[in-house]
Structure formats: structure tokens, C-alpha cells
């Protein structure tokens, strides 16, 4: 029997297509792997969802389609290219079934070159996340009180859903955006660095 691994993604309609070429990466290179997608909808169109729905059924892969109600972090700092649908992945906790314990995030901005399995079994232990660590200035590491410069980057994540619920990390994640806006430049990226200082996973470069 194959394996089945959740997977989460959050595609908008700038990003759709980016998110089907991902999608599809993901397909052609973990043949012996099954996956159920958790697609948070961030106003994507009609049309659009139509093709990922197709996307999945000729593939047969499992899919469900989510809804966020971003009105308890309205007032998150936004740019010209990235809408509050960046903040999406705060919600992964109360929005993905509670018998999903587990799950990978992916940006839809990537291709994967090789099986996800050996990413998504690494033990991350009573981590909230495992992630890739990414080198950015010593501006970020002061702005969000970082002082072992360790920062990480939040377009590959390994989520440990059962930790975020048992801590209400949801509520404390929301709690830092809506107190400290002053601190966010790179929106979600900052808001789960400054939380999760030193309560993360530190992957591999290799993935």
C-alpha cells in the first residue's frame, strides 16, 4: 500500500498557475507516494479552481478545498505583490482536520526534483516546525529579537499540527500581528520566526 502524506499549499490567482507547475512536479516525481492536498483558497477564480480540480481527478489524488477568514488579523502589513493570503499559513492548525497530525507546507513558487517522503518522516520532535534556514541581515535578526541567527524560511515547512493545537499557537500567532505590526516586514515569515525562536527544526540545506 502506498504511503499518504498530507500536503498544504496556498494558492491565489497570481500565483494558480505557479501552483499547478508545482503541483505537478510533486506528481511526476513521487510516483510511489499518495497524497491528499489541502488547498486554501485565497480568492482563487473560478476557472482556476476548475483546472485544479481536473489537476487532481485525471491524477487521482485526494483534495480538499478551505476557506480563511483573515478578519482577526485584517490589519496585517501587506505589499504591492503579497496579499494577506501570505498569512494563510498561521491557520494551518484550526483549518486542517484535527486528525491530521502532521503535514508539509509548499509554496507554489517551486519545483520538486525528488520524493518528498524522506522530508516529511524527519523527526522533528516537540519542534513547531522543521525548516530551512535562511541567511538574512542583521536588521531582521535585531527587529525580531533573534540572537543566534537562526532564521528560517517558511516556503518549506514541516508543520507538527498536534504541538500548534496542545500550545494554541494559533492564538499566539495572531496575538503578534495584531500587537506588533511595527515588527513584520516579511509578513508570515517574520510573524513564525519571532514565535518560534527556539522552537524549530533546523532541515537540511539538501532539500
Same mark, same amino acid.
Given at each position: 500500500?502506498?504511503?499518504?502524506?498530507?500536503?498544504?499549499?496556498?494558492?491565489?490567482?497570481?500565483?494558480?498557475?505557479?501552483?499547478?507547475?508545482?503541483?505537478?512536479?510533486?506528481?511526476?516525481?513521487?510516483?510511489?507516494? &499518495?497524497?491528499? +492536498?489541502? +488547498?486554501?483558497?485565497?480568492?482563487?477564480?473560478?476557472?482556476?479552481? +476548475? $483546472?485544479?480540480? #481536473?489537476?487532481?481527478?485525471?491524477?487521482?489524488? $485526494?483534495?480538499?478545498?478551505?476557506?480563511?477568514?483573515?478578519?482577526?488579523? $485584517?490589519?496585517?502589513?501587506?505589499?504591492?505583490?503579497?496579499?494577506?493570503?501570505?498569512?494563510?499559513?498561521?491557520?494551518?492548525?484550526?483549518?486542517?482536520?484535527?486528525?491530521?497530525?502532521?503535514?508539509?507546507?509548499?509554496?507554489?513558487?517551486?519545483?520538486?526534483? &525528488?520524493?518528498?517522503?524522506?522530508?516529511?518522516? #524527519?523527526?522533528?520532535?516537540?519542534?513547531?516546525?522543521?525548516?530551512?534556514?535562511? +541567511?538574512?541581515?542583521?536588521?531582521?535578526?535585531?527587529?525580531?529579537?533573534?540572537?543566534?541567527?537562526?532564521?528560517?524560511?517558511?516556503?518549506?515547512?514541516?508543520?507538527?499540527?498536534?504541538?500548534?493545537? &496542545?500550545? &494554541?499557537?494559533?492564538?499566539?500567532?495572531?496575538?503578534?500581528?495584531?500587537?506588533?505590526?511595527?515588527?513584520?516586514?516579511?509578513?508570515?515569515?517574520?510573524?513564525?520566526?519571532?514565535?518560534?525562536? $527556539?522552537?524549530?527544526?533546523?532541515?537540511?540545506?539538501?532539500?
Amino acid at each position: 500500500m502506498k504511503e499518504l502524506i498530507n500536503i498544504a499549499i496556498t494558492p491565489d490567482d497570481n500565483y494558480a498557475h505557479h501552483g499547478l507547475t508545482m503541483l505537478n512536479s510533486l506528481h511526476l516525481n513521487n510516483k510511489k507516494i &499518495k497524497f491528499r +492536498i489541502h +488547498i486554501i483558497d485565497n480568492g482563487i477564480s473560478l476557472k482556476n479552481k +476548475i $483546472k485544479y480540480i #481536473l489537476f487532481f481527478l485525471r491524477r487521482g489524488i $485526494k483534495f480538499k478545498f478551505y476557506k480563511i477568514n483573515f478578519n482577526e488579523i $485584517k490589519n496585517a502589513p501587506i505589499s504591492d505583490h503579497i496579499s494577506i493570503a501570505a498569512y494563510s499559513r498561521l491557520f494551518l492548525s484550526s483549518i486542517i482536520p484535527n486528525n491530521i497530525s502532521k503535514i508539509i507546507y509548499l509554496d507554489c513558487d517551486l519545483i520538486i526534483l &525528488k520524493e518528498i517522503n524522506e522530508l516529511f518522516y #524527519l523527526e522533528i520532535n516537540e519542534n513547531y516546525v522543521g525548516a530551512i534556514r535562511e +541567511i538574512v541581515s542583521k536588521e531582521t535578526l535585531e527587529r525580531l529579537e533573534i540572537t543566534n541567527s537562526n532564521y528560517f524560511n517558511s516556503g518549506v515547512l514541516i508543520v507538527n499540527l498536534e504541538k500548534w493545537r &496542545k500550545d &494554541k499557537i494559533e492564538e499566539i500567532l495572531i496575538e503578534f500581528v495584531n500587537k506588533y505590526p511595527e515588527k513584520i516586514k516579511f509578513w508570515d515569515q517574520d510573524v513564525l520566526n519571532f514565535c518560534f525562536k $527556539k522552537k524549530w527544526f533546523m532541515v537540511d540545506f539538501k532539500f
